[in-house]
């Protein structure tokens, strides 16, 4: 008869436990125990795949939004090098309406060794403005630039 009550307020107590677990989602995980196994069951909140990093970048929705048209790192070095580093600039920023763009010369090479380079970007926004421009001094490897196209 005890066993009988025993197993009675060991599942109600298991029914009390889900329950609660349930109402509950960011509850710590806890070990039921399993009668006569020495294991347990585990319950828990569900982990969600979290991004390995915060963008910067975020989308703003104003309607507009970055088109990159060029940029240059180590124009003002002498030398017949290719200094396009277009790519990686409409990468980042390209459809956004807000970008902050850092610049990494491991990124998108060093054309030029030994020379401080500048970084030249040009850009419009889609909702038919003017030609921008953001640009940052040599070293300009580290330096960060922003593209905006938020509606003021």
Known sequence: MAQASLKGIRSLLLAVVLSFAGALPAAAQIT????GSGGGIQIGPQQR???RYQDQNPT?????SIRVLGAAYGNNCAGNVST???????RQCQGRDYCVY???????GDPRP?????YHARYMCR?????????ASAEASGQSIVLDCRRQ
């Not at 703003?60 to 507009?64: E, I, L, N, R």
């Not at 396009?84 to 409409?90: E, F, I, K, M, R």
């Not at 030994?114 to 500048?118: A, D, L, M, N, S």
């Open 114 to 118: 030994g020379c401080p380079k500048e």
């Open 32 to 35: 039921i125990p399993l009668p």
């Open 102 to 108: 850092q610049v990494d010369s491991r990124q998108i």
């Open 127 to 135: 909702d038919g403005g003017n030609e921008r421009r953001a640009s």
């Open 49 to 51: 795949d979290q991004p």
């Open 60 to 64: 703003y929705g104003a309607g507009v």
């Open 84 to 90: 396009n580093v277009t790519g990686d600039l409409a």
